[in-house]
């Protein structure tokens, strides 16, 4: 089996840069690396990416939200993430169940017992070998997001439209589920040069070995 490391943080915290940076500096430890992300890995994810991130959808209630995810989930596990550890690879993803915990639970005030069950059947019971938790002020990490879209606002998500207050329990509730699992997730100050983050996480996987 491989290793499955997945990518956590606020909106605009780096996660995409810092899997391309990583992928490249542990690709000679590993027959393989994928690179991934959730939603939107699969055909059927990409559907379910359009109807969960889209701006105009601001009607979706939280339950049906979470739903949404957890069939994103369920696909891309299947077809994407499974087989790529059974083949010995290590796959790389941007968001996994800590982000549905954080965002829906903490963020919506879904109940936490509800989301772990429903992260447990989405899933299998398969959780993350390493969490790497990208911690970032939210304000920052907001304003990090829309300049990035800033030409086109209407490619602004759900959550870039949402409210400074929810986005900063998001970012209490991910340090949250990093204090209560400390040997599982890896924090890293987000706001350090994209090169030292990706040193301090690379450090981190190749000192974890191959299974």
Known sequence: MGRFITIEGVEGSGKSTLAKRVAAEVSHLFPEVVL?????ATAIGKEI??????EKEQGLTPLAELFLFAADRAQHLEEVV??????????????FVDSSYAYQGYGRGLDMTLLRDTMRLATGGLIADLVVLLDLDPEIGLDRARARESEDPGKWT???????????RIRAGFLELARVEPTRFLVVDATLPPEDVAKRV??????????
């Open 49 to 54: 990416r359009s109807l969960v991130l889209a």
């Open 158 to 168: 759900r959550f870039e439209a949402d409210t400074l207050e929810f986005h900063r």
């Open 36 to 40: 991934t992300r959730e939603p939107g």
């Open 202 to 211: 690379t450090e981190r996987i190749a000192a974890m070995g191959q299974a």
């Open 82 to 95: 499974r087989p790529a550890l059974s083949r010995g690879a290590l796959v790389l993803c941007d968001r």
